[in-house]
């Protein structure tokens, strides 16, 4: 794993397009939630997604992860996928893929949080 991380977090251009019309529908108050809501998300599936197409820089992490809990979940759920990145590049990843899974949830009708936190718990058993 390098030494050097982001000090500002972003999404691909797409995905904060995405993100923007999330908080617009208002199913966050703010970008920076449905930011880690997609973080978390991703992580509960398992998934590990690629490199980000065309990065645009959103949040400053001390802003993002003030307590370093995004930091340290995804340390100790995803050690084998930090060893050819950085945390907060593959959070990064992490949070593009979830903020896509939940604009196209929203697109085909709505978001059923209850099912992907049921998802979620299923997975972690």
Do not use: C
Not at 104 to 110: H, K, N, R
């Amino acid at each position: 794993m390098s030494t050097s991380d982001l000090i500002n977090v972003g999404l691909s251009e797409a995905a904060d397009d995405k993100l923007e019309e999330l908080k617009e529908l208002g199913v966050f108050a703010d970008k920076i939630d449905g930011y880690r809501f997609g973080v978390s998300l991703a992580i509960a599936q398992g998934v590990v997604p690629g490199e980000l197409v065309k990065r645009k820089n959103l949040f400053n992490v001390g802003s993002l992860d003030p307590d370093q809990s995004l930091r340290k979940s995804v340390e100790a759920l995803m050690p084998e996928a930090l060893e050819e990145t950085t945390v907060y590049r593959l959070i990064e990843r992490l949070a593009d893929w979830g903020v896509s899974e939940l604009h196209a949830q929203a697109q085909a009708g709505e978001i059923d949080f209850l099912a992907l936190l049921d998802q979620a718990s299923t997975k972690a058993n």
